[in-house]
């Protein structure tokens, strides 16, 4: 549903890459492009993924995962754009002290917020998208346009002015160059730069007119990324226009929930095989497994710790995990035996778990 998966039977060190940052594109006041030179590394990743940079910040370390902007075998070098958050650790950082040259450890390339491209098909796709969630999008959109001639594309892009938009002349430019692409700009305060299509927050009723002008139909596929509030709204409106659920993908950058209020089993003897290693511990059951391990000195996997990633995804060999927070797993992973340790809390005295 959300994000994705370590590629299969993948070692540790595989997981990891270093890139060199090539370029830093300022693309708006409070947004910049990174964009890596991969020469000597093996890298690859697919439209709408998203890597995980890891660095120290006074001491600590952080992984926060960015959304790849660029579109494979379409542009030459894989970039991310990082929109500073207030407060936000990571992006002020990178935003205030990252320099071309810099060399970063990421992990390698998740997500399965992506589409299969095949030049013979017609579809038609709906992408939504609100501030910095246009990265996963955009990227979609350059891939479907240049592989996919004959689909069409509609790319609806919330802002709050016109200087928040990001890609604004990419997208422009993209409008003239391809017919099938057509980008609908609704902002909360229109300027006489940029005008809006829509003014205003999106809402429920201006998510029905678009679709009612746009020809939709129950073989359209629609992609959703951006600030969580607005993704409600975008849901209930695709609902009330009757969208089955199976037509929509929908990605997240922050989690809408921390793990609370949940009770587990009080002492849990826990036995965890991780590249090849089996790590034995005893934890709380009321806490977060993967909290626990990390503390334990285990070298977990990891990023966005609320339930969407799966970076952190395993196999429950025995016992049981609570998955209700587990919202980055689909149906099938869930019926698999799957669970996700960053909002998961052991529910028997007993658990054996695989990241192999």
């Not at 626990?292 to 995990?321: E, H, N, W």
Request: aromatic share 8%; charged share 25%; hydrophobic share 40%.
């Amino acid at each position: 549903m959300v994000f994705g998966l370590f590629k299969k039977n993948k070692k540790r060190d595989e997981r990891y890459v270093d890139l060199t940052i090539k370029e830093i594109v300022k693309i708006t006041d409070d947004a910049v492009n990174l964009v890596f030179d991969t020469l000597d590394e093996d890298f690859s990743y697919q439209s709408g993924q998203f890597i995980t940079l890891i660095d120290e910040v006074k001491g600590i370390k952080i992984r926060r995962a960015y959304s790849l902007c660029s579109a494979p075998n379409i542009d030459v070098h894989p970039a991310v754009t990082v929109k500073r958050v207030a407060n936000g650790v990571m992006s002020n950082h990178i935003n205030d002290t990252y320099q071309v040259g810099q060399r970063l450890r990421v992990m390698e390339a998740m997500g399965t917020f992506t589409t299969h491209f095949d030049g013979e098909k017609s579809r038609h796709l709906v992408l939504i998208g609100g501030g910095s969630g246009i990265t996963p999008l955009y990227s979609i959109v350059k891939s479907t346009l240049h592989l996919e001639p004959r689909t069409e594309v509609l790319l609806v892009y919330a802002n709050k002015s016109s200087a928040d938009i990001i890609f604004k002349e990419d997208l422009n430019k993209l409008s003239k160059q391809f017919q099938n692409f057509h980008w609908i700009n609704i902002l909360e305060q229109e300027d006489a730069i940029t005008p809006a299509d829509y003014l205003g927050r999106p809402t429920e009723s201006m998510v029905h007119t678009i679709l009612e002008q746009s020809n939709v139909s129950t073989q359209t596929n629609y992609f959703i990324c951006g600030p969580d509030p607005m993704m409600k709204i975008i849901q209930s409106g695709l609902d009330q226009f009757g969208v089955l659920p199976k037509q929509i993908q929908i990605e997240r950058f922050v989690g809408k929930h921390l793990v609370e209020n949940l009770k587990g089993s009080n002492e849990v003897n826990v036995s965890i095989l991780l590249d090849g290693t089996n790590h034995e511990l005893k934890i709380d059951g009321d806490q977060a497994i993967l909290d626990q391990a990390l503390l334990a000195g285990i070298d977990m996997p990891y990023s966005c710790k609320s339930g969407f990633c799966t970076a952190c995804r395993c196999k429950v060999l025995s016992g049981k995990v609570d998955i209700k927070k587990a919202d980055g797993l689909s149906q099938e992973e869930i019926a698999e035996g799957f669970a996700l340790l960053c909002v998961g809390r052991a529910l028997t005295p007993e658990l054996k778990l695989s990241l192999e």
